[in-house]
């Protein structure tokens, strides 16, 4: 028998307030118009003043934890991505977990900006397959509203504020690909790259916080290449082809690039899960947030394959297949 992480629970929250494309053509040379055509954008959520990444993990976890019918206080884990903490330290996990009455889980951050959830599911699922936790916690959560010039059009329309987080739990399953939860995960860097898409500040660096910086031709170019080369790599490993999946839950970057990408597999668009148009981008957020959309309303179904996929600055990309 092998032991695997399945997922037993969804969880989300997003900020109370909206802007809208039309709200941002107020205060930059944009429009809705413009927004939509060039990312599929319609409107995103902002974290109110003295709301937090904190928060907004905490709401989405209570909602995961509940959905799988778990306590805080039977946590062996906890994840939380993020690139936007509430404080340079400690985690922001460990707040959550304070708050959660998680007091014997194990609570650490994870950074890996757009990637950072499926990077953390990988910890986590390590953690399940090799013994060390029975029970855990992911969440991608993030204030990335925090990190924008709101004076830059090409960067200040793209970004959102959300939290998403799932339950593991160990399970056993004979090792094949038809068995429930995570079947792997598959995580690449290349550091050479960093200048394509950064924040200009940091603690070491410049002592301040710092803004988004990204040259969005050449993050689209490469996005479509390794997102595409990733996916394959999840499919191959697991002798399983594009034809074999049922749900295709992207990082919410951007339409064009979820469009090219679902194209490069052959994949009717119909399999794949879209926030984009209502989320905006959110980060190590946008899977967890898409993810626990089409779960908590029945589009994913028990037996289903799913295939997640993310990329970030870095860069960094990341690919998982899981049956749920």
Partial sequence: MVTRAH???????????????????????????????????RQRHIAAPGEMTSDLALAAARQALQNAGEAGENLDL????TASPDDTFPATAVKVQAALGAHKAV?????????GFVYALAVANNFIRLGQARTALVIGAETFSRLLDWTDRTTCVLFGDGAGAVVLRAGEGQGTNQDRGILSTHLHSDGRQHDLLYADGGPSATGTVGKVRMHGREVFRHAVVNLA??????LTANGLTAQDIDWLVPHQANKRILDATAKKLGLPPEKM??????HANTSAASIPLALAEAANDGRIKPGQLVLLEAMGSGFTWAASALRW
């Fill in 107 to 115: 609570a650490f951050d994870v950074q890996a900006v757009c990637s």
């Fill in 229 to 234: 080369e990733v996916l394959a790599e999840a």
């Fill in 273 to 278: 899960v879209v926030t984009v148009d209502r």
């Fill in 7 to 41: 997922v037993v629970g969804c969880g989300s929250y997003l900020p109370q307030k909206i802007l809208t494309n039309d709200d941002l053509a107020r205060k930059v040379d944009t429009s809705d118009a413009w927004i939509v055509e060039r990312t599929g954008i």
């Fill in 78 to 81: 906890i994840v939380l991505a």
